[in-house]
């Protein structure tokens, strides 16, 4: 992991563990997810559409084996879900103002029960522009969540009835590669998860894409030298 990264994000974590430091914890989230979200914003403008479709790492095991379409609509549905099915209680970014139909994903889920050639061709069917603009949507109305959390509100925890919205929601997929994610979420509070889907989470997949970002220029630097001689 990066250790800038890291270091910053176990700082925050530390800073949530005590009510006196409980608002500078939020600050620095939500800045922290700022400089992380700039990251997405720099591969959106620097690479080519064909980029986030592209697998180079196709055959690892790992989050570096996805695509960069494939993890931003992934890291954003997740938080989306987290956020507004959970901590919020409302009603989810994606149904909003027309984005799932500008995203034109054939999909609802997180993705996580999808896997090799269905992950590339499920890339290819996104809108890459109306992703982006989804994901800072998602961004923007979780940092507002963020700002309206109490210290008290860390130790609220989910049980049954929230477990079966979520499933109602038909947004995690039945397969056993998703649907522990139900489990999962639930066995966490606020605290918890704010820990994952709100910060590690991005750190993990954003790395992963400028891992994918770097072995696609370094083909195609390979490529172009082929070419010259």
Known sequence: MNKDWSDKNKEIQALLAKEASFCKAIDKLIEFREE???????????????????????????????????????????????????????????????????????????GNELEGKEIEEFSKKLNLKELYLYAKAVKESSDRILLQLQYKDLKIKYGKETKEKLIKSKCVSKNEKAFWLIDYWCGKNVKGLLQMPFSRHWIMHIEAMLRIKDRLCKVQAELMEKKSK
Request: contains cysteine.
């Open 36 to 110: 992380l979200f700039r990251q997405i914003g720099q591969l959106v403008e620097d690479c080519p559409n064909e980029a986030f479709y592209l697998m180079p790492f196709a055959s690892s095991k790992g989050y570096h084996s996805k695509t960069l379409a494939y993890s931003i609509w992934h890291i954003f549905r997740i938080e989306d879900i987290v956020a507004h099915e959970m901590i919020a209680d409302d009603g989810q970014v994606l149904f909003r103002d027309g984005h799932l139909n500008a995203v034109a994903s054939p999909i609802i889920t997180t």
